[in-house]
């Protein structure tokens, strides 16, 4: 069997593989932004981003024993880690003058 050489996957003990990513970046994106508090709703959209993230997890390969008696492969995740840097996390908001506030205040928080 060859052995990963590259930086994101190590070989680890026990039938187990070792991923980690650094630098991962991703965007989220929601149209349909709804939120309602008495008689005050707001409506917009939302986005948020994070960059500078890192993932890091074991996955060893075992068996499974199913009801009916079969034994199948099956993934186990043994150790996992996500790193998220507060200062490297963005939320815009956008739409009515509740969401416009908002967007204004949350870099206080």
Do not use: R, W
């Not at 186990?76 to 815009?92: A, Q």
């Amino acid at each position: 069997m060859d052995i990963p050489t590259d930086d994101i996957l190590q070989a680890a003990s026990n039938n187990s593989i070792h991923i980690e990513v650094n630098g991962l970046s991703a965007e989220y994106l929601c149209d349909k932004l709804h939120y309602q508090l008495g008689f005050m709703a707001a409506d917009g959209s939302a986005k948020a981003t994070i960059k500078d993230m890192s993932v890091s997890l074991t996955v060893q390969v075992v068996e499974e024993t199913l009801e009916n008696g079969k034994i199948v492969p099956a993934i186990k995740i043994t150790n996992s880690s996500v790193v998220l840097p507060p200062d490297s996390m963005n939320l815009t908001l956008q739409g009515s003058f509740i969401v416009a506030l908002a967007d204004v205040l949350l870099p206080l928080f």
